[in-house]
């Protein structure tokens, strides 16, 4: 069953933050990637990430083969992270118009990262296109900020 | 296969590392490192700090993808890792336990930020991510190198040894040691702190590159970075010091607001620069005793690597014999009675202006005016002074007899006189320059006093 993103945490998720992609391929063998890109959809119970197409090949044929994954959302100045769980949806090759929302996060996350110290110029680096749009269905949510509390699943509360 | 060789500070803990693993039941888990040691070519160990769901992970189905950073140039590498094994005592489990305990003490969080165990991975294949970045930064990777060679410090090293042959008393001993740790090495700040008679603290006697902050500081064995080395006699190098504060205070933070809510200690302000990224102490160790740290500081994110590291410790090697050697000669030459006092003279106060004096027994504190000004033992001594001074009109002393005061409380052996001489003299010239203790021969001084005194002593303060 879906699990619904308050609207607080639908805007955190859409922050520019730091976006880390877990999934697994048959043998279930581990595959981490970064995504480098992120939009929460209109019910809230979907996201799309964005994976570097290249980089992500792997993780592109894991999904094609069970469609599970994990994606950890955390903000670099205070850690505040969260992790969703669950099901691929749809894939498809990433469009100008998503590049554009690419672009609009990669911006941000460039902020992110100059506060805690990385040059905007390096950052800045990170390439974002082509790329592939994986949107999931949400189907668990963690606490994943560090400490004796990660990994906690998120109470009613929180979603909704 | 071999396996890929990364630059030294991919494994530094600047930029954070990423890790995915899998559950036997298929469901990916995906997070944050806070640590990835290099042990040899084939090995990682990644420190386990909470028996996390990554933990549970590898130990059902023991694969690891892991994503590493080049802090400077930002390339990425991708290491897929096979779980070996856990180990919870050792080398290896102590110089990550030291690092991490190091951190959790600064934030406040010591017992439950800690180390469970440092567990060992074999690297099964390591990869550039060459697709990472829009263009090859290897020019920013390559003009972050440092520019000085093996040559350069290896002629530091020989200065310094010159110089430190030469000194004679501990304060030309401190004032050498910093002044070429900056000329000959580029350290821009550093600070001595030497422990106390207790053994269970540490006081600042001299620094550099700090203007006049942190004279007298005291850091308790076993707190802080400084206070861990202290307790642990082990080196420590801390890089990217901003960010594992942040993860360490982020921890903090979700303990302070869990149900299960401990006391946590305040957390103890660093000595030293506010905004410093990479901090190096090191024990400065003789035979068994531990003399002091010997701290060093740079706004840098990689201020100080491997090699810094390698020539630091014989610096520190050097100075800690140089500072016994110091310290026992000083004690030494001051018991025998060849040398005596010149005759006194009376020194008259330049101005009539009064200054107030107060000591608060229950802290052994001495506050000039309103301000704090120096406590413990050398805030006796001070007190002792003065005392004499007012009720008798005396000014000249001998280290002599303050070691025979048993007021004082100095130990019969290595008593850290002369240390707590040189703490009081810089404390008097910054925050009451009114006062001075001005050597008259080896092992004598004498106070000169440029306004009237007016002393008060209570239990509290």
């Known amino acids: ?160 | 296969m071999t396996i890929l060789k990364l630059p030294p500070r991919c494994y530094q803990g600047v930029t954070p590392a990423l890790i995915a693993t899998c559950a036997a039941d298929g469901t990916p888990n995906v997070t944050y490192l806070s640590q990835v040691f290099s042990l040899d070519d084939r090995h990682v160990a990644l420190s386990c700090q909470f028996f996390n769901k990554t933990k549970q992970n590898v130990l059902e189905n023991p694969y690891a993808s892991v994503q590493l950073y080049d802090p400077v140039s930002f390339e990425a590498y991708l290491l897929e890792l096979r779980f070996e094994r856990a180990e919870t005592t050792g080398p290896l489990f102590e110089s990550m336990k030291l690092r991490i305990e190091a951190i959790a003490s600064h934030t406040g969080m010591t017992g439950v930020f800690k180390l469970i165990s440092s567990d060992v991975y074999e690297v099964l294949s390591c990869t550039k991510l060459d697709a990472y970045l829009e263009l090859s930064s290897i020019e920013i990777g390559s003009k972050a190198e440092p520019l000085a060679g093996p040559r350069s410090e290896l002629r530091g090293l020989q200065l310094l040894s010159q110089r430190l042959c030469r000194v004679g008393r501990l304060d030309e001993l401190l004032g050498t040691l910093l002044q070429t740790l900056e000329e000959a090495f580029g350290f821009e700040h550093s600070m001595v702190l030497l422990a106390d008679e207790t053994g269970q603290r540490l006081y600042t006697v001299g620094s550099r590159g700090y203007g006049e902050q942190g004279i007298g500081a005291e850091v308790k064995l076993g707190e802080g970075l400084i206070g861990t080395v202290a307790a642990q006699g082990k080196l420590l190098r801390v890089s990217g010091i901003e960010d594992e504060l942040r993860y360490g205070r982020a921890i903090r933070a979700a303990v302070n607001q869990s149900a299960g809510r401990r006391e946590l200690r305040p957390e103890i302000a660093l000595a030293g620069l506010p905004d410093a990224q990479s901090h190096m102490a090191l024990p400065l160790v003789s035979g068994e005793r531990l003399l002091g740290v010997l701290a060093v500081e740079s706004r840098k994110r990689l201020g100080f690597d491997d090699w810094d590291e390698a020539f630091l410790e014989i610096v520190a090697n050097q100075v800690a014999v140089s500072l016994d050697n110091v310290l026992l000669r000083e004690q030494g030459e001051d018991d025998q009675t060849g040398s005596q006092p010149p005759a006194a003279k009376p020194v008259k106060p330049s101005d009539q202006r009064t200054l107030r004096f107060r000591f608060f027994r229950n802290d052994d504190c001495v506050f000039a005016g309103d301000d704090y000004l120096i406590r413990n033992v050398p805030g006796r001594i001070l007190w002792k002074i003065l005392r004499a001074y007012h009720d008798s009109g005396r000014t000249e002393f001998s280290n002599r007899e303050l070691r025979l005061d048993p007021w004082l409380g100095l130990p019969a052996v290595r008593d850290n006189l002369e240390s707590r001489l040189v703490l009081l003299r810089k404390r008097l010239e910054q925050k009451c320059p009114e006062l001075s203790l001005v050597s008259t021969a080896r092992g004598h001084f004498r106070l000169e006093a440029r306004c009237q005194l007016q002393l008060e002593e209570s239990d509290g303060s």
Do not use: C
């Not at chain 1, 993103?5 to 992609?21: I, Q, T």
């Not at chain 1, 939009?39 to 197409?53: E, M």
């Not at chain 1, 606490?143 to 906690?152: H, I, L, W």
């Open chain 1, 1 to 160: 069953m879906a699990v619904r993103l308050s609207e607080e945490l639908a805007e955190f998720v859409e922050g520019g933050l730091s976006m880390l992609v877990g999934t697994r391929d048959a043998a279930m063998r581990p595959k981490v990637d970064r995504a480098v890109g992120t939009f929460v959809g209109a019910d809230r119970q979907t996201i799309t990430i964005y994976l570097n197409k290249e980089l992500g090949a792997q993780a592109v044929a894991n999904l094609e083969d069970n469609g599970t994954l994990a994606v950890t959302v955390s903000r670099p100045y205070d850690h505040r992270s969260l992790q969703l769980k669950g099901q691929m949806l749809s894939m498809r090759e990433g469009t100008e118009e998503d590049r554009a929302k690419q672009e609009r996060w990669l911006t941000g996350f460039v902020e992110h990262l100059y506060i805690v110290g990385l040059p905007r110029s390096v950052v800045r680096q990170l390439k974002v296109y082509p790329s592939v749009a994986v949107t999931m269905r949400i189907d668990d949510l963690f606490e994943q900020s560090p400490g004796p509390g990660a990994g906690r699943r998120f109470e009613a509360g929180s979603t909704a």
